[in-house]
């Protein structure tokens, strides 16, 4: 969905670096999510947020953090990658109903 | 850990055919959405059954659940090549007001075959 963009789209990094995945939505909604993707595994949720000032673990936030900057905005940082992080980590943002609108990813390689 | 689980893993079928996946979950549910994926792209919203709804059509898909034994099937009528993708069952586990928080399956593999 072109109303929430994601970048980079791809990454390689070496472990032990930090990097930060970005989100920007312009739904005008308030929930944010940050989802990681693993073959075979489904999604499973890292971090949500259902308005600038609340910010909720999900399932496996372990070695992950987030800001939520503005509405339109929240970040994913991985303070000291490792290998099992590499993944696809998809943004998705949701308003009034339960339905959530998914990025197009970020391909994530940790060596 | 994941709530529901899509049956099969993987399926492939001829275009024109109908195809049925399924999901099974756990718990009490609120909504049970289904989303489309196709080759590592972004998840698409299919569509969305209540916890109290049965049946539910949309163009071409028809979502059927089942509270009782905490199933749901999809089924694509007259499929296209077009359809080939990963189809992901989700559910909002809790059976009072949504908490707008979603738990994926594990996706079932569609090829539709030209």
């Known amino acids: 969905d072109a109303d929430v963009t994601q970048t980079p789209r791809n990454r390689i990094t070496k472990t032990g670096k930090r990097i930060m995945l970005e989100c920007s939505q312009t739904?005008?909604?308030?929930?944010m999510y940050w989802y990681r993707q693993d073959p075979g595994l489904g999604l499973r949720l890292i971090y949500y947020s259902f308005d600038v000032k609340d910010i909720n673990k999900g399932e496996i936030s372990d070695g992950y953090s987030v800001s939520r900057q503005a509405q339109a905005k929240f970040s994913l940082s991985l303070e000291s990658a490792i290998p099992n992080q590499t993944a696809l980590y998809f943004c998705a943002t949701a308003g009034g109903g339960e339905t959530q609108y998914f990025g197009p990813g970020t391909r994530l390689l940790v060596l | 850990s994941q709530q529901g689980e899509e049956d099969p893993q993987a399926l492939s079928i001829q275009e024109g055919e109908n195809a049925t996946m399924n999901c099974s979950y756990k718990t009490s549910i609120n909504n049970l959405q289904w989303y489309r994926q196709n080759s590592g792209r972004g998840l698409v919203h299919l569509i969305l059954?209540?916890?109290?709804?049965r049946e539910k059509h949309s163009g071409r898909l028809r979502v059927t659940l089942d509270t009782s034994k905490k199933s749901s099937s999809l089924l694509i009528t007259a499929s296209r090549a077009a359809d080939t993708a990963s189809y992901f069952c989700a559910t909002d586990p809790n059976s009072g007001g949504s908490n707008y928080k979603l738990t994926f399956g594990k996706g079932t593999l569609l090829t539709v075959n030209p």
């Open positions: 739904k005008g909604h308030d929930r």
């Open positions: 059954i209540r916890s109290n709804e």
